[in-house]
């Protein structure tokens, strides 16, 4: 097998998938309302929970409890998630994660209209959350190639969708636990989950690749790491990313709060972040309809517009000049995410591809906190201007380091993807 990736043949068969439309096929519109139904979902647990705690007279420290059990068993479980999914097949899976996290949802609900006596019950009920989402989200890639012909269309519709519900999902909690209880929160959200369950039941997929029977999870679990190691333009692409969430992404958002929110508000600094959320829905329609030759070639040249927003915190901009620059990086973020899930979806082969996924996923988010954590100290240390100066000039590195290798800027789009 190719350690290059350029020479390994197209994995991924177009003319696999049934005949119809090339995005918005019969299967495709069933997933697109299950995954859109279940973001929203998702979308709103955070702020719903955190409302809920405070409203309950439970202080900061449980609300970062509750998160954390969210993350944790998220980051611990999706490696297997993706062994699972390759096994059972990722819809029965889904649809499992689904049923889990309606059921959880409703038991929240629960807790929350007899106020919080426990906190344990609400932190075991997040952690199931988190391992139902962990079970979830290697099959949410893998399906993709399965329901639309055109894939990176696909993806860009997906995060366009994505983009949306990250909007609306926590406006709409908030809105919500503001005139009526967190229950009614969390039964809206298991509502959500309801709809998803649904839209996957009824597609229509034809066989799934799946690993050779009778072998352990243990050797799947393996088989899956050496098929990742073995693709030098995936694991070096997750290599580098790795540097971008500890200087770049990770430190970003708390130390551009620490300048912005005593500058101009919260108000203020949240529209900042809803221009960001309008990039990533540019980001999306640019991806369906922009098909490059050399797709992460493209995408690394799309994440050189990050740089200007720490940059522009640091020169002092004003407002809608920093507004413009969140969108110019929503847009880039996006465009590079679309160019990364196409690429693996149709260079992976089927039976492998949710156990690469849940690597791709592990290896994304791993150091995501590290970077967050480190960006109180280092501020403190350095001055947050050193600290965004470092992180945008680490955006630039990245994006040079993913243009300078080989197997990197040289892996080829699939044609018909």
Same mark, same amino acid.
């Given at each position: 097998?190719?350690?290059?990736?350029?020479?390994?043949?197209?994995?991924?068969?177009?003319?696999?998938?049934?005949?119809?439309?090339?995005?918005?096929?019969?299967?495709?519109?069933?997933?697109?309302?299950?995954?859109?139904?279940?973001?929203?979902?998702?979308?709103?647990?955070?702020?719903?929970?955190?409302?809920?705690?405070?409203?309950?007279?439970?202080?900061?420290?449980?609300?970062?409890?509750?998160?954390?059990?969210?993350?944790?068993?998220?980051?611990?479980?999706?490696?297997?998630?993706?062994?699972?999914?390759?096994?059972?097949?990722?819809?029965?899976?889904?649809?499992?994660?689904?049923?889990?996290?309606?059921?959880?949802?409703?038991?929240?609900?629960?807790?929350?209209?007899?106020?919080?006596?426990?906190?344990?019950?609400?932190?075991?009920?997040?952690?199931?959350?988190?391992?139902?989402?962990?079970?979830?989200?290697?099959?949410?890639?893998?399906?993709?190639?399965?329901?639309?012909?055109?894939?990176?269309?696909?993806?860009?519709?997906?995060?366009?969708?994505?983009?949306?519900?990250?909007?609306?999902?926590?406006?709409?909690?908030?809105?919500?636990?503001?005139?009526?209880?967190?229950?009614?929160?969390?039964?809206?959200?298991?509502?959500?989950?309801?709809?998803?369950?649904?839209?996957?039941?009824?597609?229509?997929?034809?066989?799934?690749?799946?690993?050779?029977?009778?072998?352990?999870?243990?050797?799947?679990?393996?088989?899956?790491?050496?098929?990742?190691?073995?693709?030098?333009?995936?694991?070096?692409?997750?290599?580098?990313?790795?540097?971008?969430?500890?200087?770049?992404?990770?430190?970003?958002?708390?130390?551009?709060?620490?300048?912005?929110?005593?500058?101009?508000?919260?108000?203020?600094?949240?529209?900042?972040?809803?221009?960001?959320?309008? !990039?990533?829905?540019?980001? &999306?329609?640019? @991806?369906?309809?922009?098909? /490059?030759?050399?797709? *992460? %070639? #493209? $995408? +690394? =040249?799309?994440?050189?517009?990050?740089?200007?927003?720490?940059?522009?915190?640091?020169?002092?901009?004003?407002?809608?000049?920093?507004?413009?620059?969140?969108?110019?990086?929503?847009?880039?973020?996006?465009?590079?995410?679309?160019?990364?899930?196409?690429?693996?979806?149709?260079?992976?082969?089927?039976?492998?591809?949710?156990?690469?996924?849940?690597?791709?996923?592990?290896?994304?988010?791993?150091?995501?906190?590290? !970077?967050?954590?480190?960006? &109180?100290?280092? @501020?403190?240390?350095?001055? /947050?201007?050193?600290? *965004? %100066? #470092? $992180? +945008? =000039?680490?955006?630039?590195?990245?994006?040079?380091?993913?243009?300078?290798?080989?197997?990197?800027?040289?892996?080829?789009?699939?044609?018909?993807?």
């Amino acid at each position: 097998m190719t350690h290059s990736g350029l020479q390994q043949p197209p994995l991924f068969d177009p003319a696999a998938v049934p005949a119809g439309p090339a995005i918005w096929s019969r299967n495709f519109r069933y997933y697109f309302t299950a995954r859109s139904a279940g973001l929203l979902g998702h979308t709103m647990l955070p702020v719903a929970v955190s409302a809920g705690l405070i409203a309950s007279g439970r202080g900061l420290g449980s609300v970062g409890l509750a998160l954390a059990c969210l993350s944790a068993s998220f980051a611990g479980l999706v490696l297997l998630g993706g062994v699972l999914a390759d096994r059972f097949t990722a819809r029965r899976m889904m649809i499992g994660a689904d049923l889990t996290n309606l059921t959880a949802r409703a038991l929240m609900a629960v807790v929350f209209f007899r106020g919080v006596g426990h906190l344990w019950q609400l932190c075991a009920l997040m952690a199931v959350a988190g391992g139902a989402a962990a079970m979830f989200q290697p099959g949410a890639a893998s399906t993709v190639p399965l329901v639309a012909r055109d894939v990176q269309g696909a993806n860009g519709v997906l995060r366009t969708s994505e983009a949306l519900t990250a909007l609306l999902g926590p406006a709409l909690a908030g809105l919500l636990v503001g005139a009526a209880a967190t229950g009614w929160v969390m039964v809206i959200a298991a509502v959500t989950y309801g709809i998803s369950a649904c839209g996957l039941a009824a597609l229509r997929l034809g066989p799934v690749p799946a690993p050779p029977p009778g072998e352990s999870l243990w050797r799947s679990l393996v088989g899956g790491w050496h098929e990742f190691r073995s693709r030098q333009w995936l694991w070096g692409t997750i290599v580098v990313w790795m540097f971008y969430t500890v200087l770049s992404t990770g430190p970003l958002l708390p130390v551009a709060a620490g300048v912005l929110v005593p500058l101009y508000g919260s108000t203020l600094f949240g529209l900042l972040s809803g221009a960001f959320a309008v !990039g990533t829905v540019c980001g &999306g329609l640019l @991806a369906i309809r922009v098909k /490059p030759l050399r797709p *992460l %070639a #493209a $995408g +690394a =040249l799309a994440l050189l517009a990050f740089p200007l927003y720490p940059l522009g915190i640091v020169l002092g901009w004003p407002v809608p000049a920093l507004a413009a620059a969140q969108v110019l990086v929503g847009t880039g973020v996006t465009f590079w995410g679309v160019m990364w899930a196409t690429s693996v979806q149709t260079q992976v082969p089927g039976e492998v591809l949710n156990r690469i996924h849940s690597y791709d996923v592990a290896g994304s988010v791993c150091m995501l906190p590290v !970077g967050s954590a480190l960006a &109180g100290p280092a @501020a403190a240390a350095f001055g /947050p201007d050193v600290v *965004l %100066a #470092a $992180g +945008a =000039l680490g955006a630039l590195l990245v994006s040079g380091a993913l243009l300078m290798s080989t197997p990197i800027r040289e892996l080829r789009r699939v044609e018909g993807t």
